[in-house]
């Protein structure tokens, strides 16, 4: 069992009666000591280039050091990676070809960390990619939730005619009609060492064919702390 956002210990002692391991994401020293206190077997370091809700603002490479040098006897190293945002442009994934393409256009420094899409979660920190949203609040000074430029604004509706407000935690679905470039476009920081996601090896889009829609927006000024850590080669 896969446990986030939380405390594992109420799953702890069902999952290990029926012999069961119990992994835990945590994003800082404090939260890793925690999760193994309350009984995780494996932790998942996530590094704050992750698409997505993501746990802290170190990146990963720091963490890991952290992790290494301080539970040396728990953090024996590991094979395995989380993998995310590129699962988004799988024909599986039921999300608008805007957003695929969106995502293979992405290169170094097109995503933020911020808290900005935080109707339905609030005060989550997550990456997406630079789009009209955060560039119109960034260029607004980055105020804080209620005084957000546009906040009242209904980007988009869902099939069942459900308005989608501006900053909604929402991701764009395939169901979902309207401007779905505003929305929360979830994704993690392209590496340095490949232009784009779509030059990743271990990415299998041959089969999706969607019209390229989507041009990477002018990046917007850093004039506000919203963009905690700076691109990182992973
Ligand atoms: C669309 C999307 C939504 C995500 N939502 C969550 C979430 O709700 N909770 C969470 O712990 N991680 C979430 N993540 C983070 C993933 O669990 C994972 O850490 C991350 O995707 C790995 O980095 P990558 O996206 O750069 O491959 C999300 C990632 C993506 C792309």
Same mark, same amino acid.
């Not at 069992?1 to 109420?10: F, I, K, V, Y």
């Not at 000591?33 to 280039?49: C, F, K, S, W, Y």
């Not at 960390?113 to 997550?126: N, R, S």
């Not at 260029?139 to 900053?167: I, K, L, N």
């Given at each position: 069992?896969?446990?986030?956002?939380?405390?594992?210990?109420?799953y702890a002692a069902a999952v290990h009666a029926v012999g069961g391991t119990l992994? &835990?994401?945590?994003?800082?020293?404090?939260?890793?000591?925690?999760?193994?206190?309350? *009984?995780?077997?494996?932790?998942?370091?996530?590094?704050?280039?992750?698409?997505? /809700?993501?746990?802290?603002? =170190?990146?990963? !490479?720091?963490?890991?050091?952290? =992790?290494?040098?301080?539970?040396?006897?728990?953090?024996?190293?590991?094979?395995? @990676?989380?993998?995310?945002?590129?699962?988004?442009?799988?024909?599986?994934?039921?999300?608008?070809?805007?957003?695929?393409?969106?995502?293979?256009?992405?290169?170094?420094?097109?995503?933020?960390?911020?808290?900005?899409?935080? #109707?339905?979660?609030?005060?989550?920190? &997550?990456?997406?990619? !630079?789009?009209?949203?955060?560039?119109?609040?960034?260029? @607004?000074?980055?105020?804080?939730?209620?005084?957000?430029?546009?906040?009242?604004?209904?980007?988009? /509706?869902?099939?069942?005619?459900?308005?989608?407000?501006?900053?909604?935690?929402?991701?764009?679905?395939?169901?979902?009609?309207?401007?779905?470039?505003?929305?929360?476009?979830? @994704? *993690?920081?392209?590496?340095?060492?490949?232009?784009?996601?779509?030059?990743?090896?271990?990415?299998?889009?041959?089969?999706? !064919?969607?019209?390229?829609?989507?041009?990477?927006?002018? #990046?917007?000024?850093?004039?506000?702390?919203?963009? @905690?850590?700076?691109?990182?080669?992973?």
């Open positions: 069992m896969w446990t986030a956002w939380g405390s594992p210990a109420p992994l &835990h994401t945590v994003g800082s020293l404090d939260e890793a000591r925690t999760a193994v206190a309350e *009984g995780a077997d494996v932790l998942v370091a996530q590094g704050a280039e992750a698409g997505g /809700h993501v746990r802290g603002r =170190l990146l990963a !490479r720091e963490l890991l050091r952290q =992790l290494r040098d301080a539970l040396p006897s728990v953090v024996a190293g590991g094979d395995a @990676a989380v993998l995310g945002t590129r699962f988004q442009c799988s024909p599986e994934a039921d999300v608008s070809p805007l957003y695929r393409q969106a995502v293979l256009a992405a290169g170094p420094g097109d995503t933020v960390l911020a808290e900005l899409f935080d #109707k339905g979660w609030p005060g989550a920190l &997550h990456r997406v990619l !630079r789009n009209s949203t955060v560039r119109m609040w960034a260029a @607004a000074g980055c105020p804080p939730p209620g005084s957000r430029p546009g906040e009242r604004d209904m980007v988009a /509706h869902r099939g069942g005619g459900t308005p989608v407000e501006r900053y909604a935690d929402v991701i764009p679905i395939g169901e979902i009609i309207g401007d779905l470039e505003a929305f929360a476009l979830y @994704a *993690g920081e392209p590496p340095r060492s490949s232009r784009t996601f779509s030059q990743r090896p271990t990415l299998s889009i041959g089969s999706f !064919r969607a019209p390229l829609t989507y041009s990477a927006p002018a #990046k917007a000024a850093r004039s506000c702390s919203y963009d @905690a850590p700076a691109t990182a080669p992973r």
